[in-house]
């Protein structure tokens, strides 16, 4: 892989991970509502579940190249379009405060992630983008998805330690970090139909 190339998928990954997301927004509402320990059953539910469905998105990009390879040309061109649709969502979306209660629990965390659509479409298009050119045997994609579950983890770790504080400093400037996001993720989908 070339070193812009390269550059591009972890500006990608870091920009996808780091980003508001349904794991990332309930592990810092949880960690401000309930704090570290109480939440912990949740975090470990979200991180599991991270680890599952980046596994599931290696064999569903393996099996797909292997018994239809034109397949991931077009899943290419449809991860930069939702790439861009991402950037776009980004630069538009406000703060959105919430409400949810009761007690956080692992179930609670490990399912999000089987629906959280968002982690779907991140590690799919990571492979199909950077990665399938390069290389596409079972085991360098399951490697790759489990380095994705790793920053995705530590950015959820991120959310969570910074809790309250980044959530106000957040608040305070979400339309410039909003269009920072997005630009950078404009570039990634430019260098993923390069």
Partial sequence: METQAAGAFLIYC????FTPGPGNILALSTAASHGWRRGMPLYLGIFCGYFAV?????????FLGSAVPDA?????YAGAAY???????IARSRPEEDGSGGRPSFAQGFLLQFVNAKIYLFGITALVGFIVGHASDL????????????IGTVATLVWIAFGVALQKA????FRVANLVFAATLMLCAVEMLA
């Fill in 170 to 173: 957040y608040l305070r400037h």
């Fill in 54 to 62: 980046q596994a599931i998105c290696a064999l569903t990009v393996f």
């Fill in 14 to 17: 870091l920009v996808n991970a």
């Fill in 139 to 150: 085991p360098t994609l399951m490697v790759v998805e489990m380095v994705i579950a790793s």
């Fill in 72 to 76: 991931l040309g077009i899943l290419k």
């Fill in 83 to 89: 790439v861009i649709w991402l950037a776009v969502h």
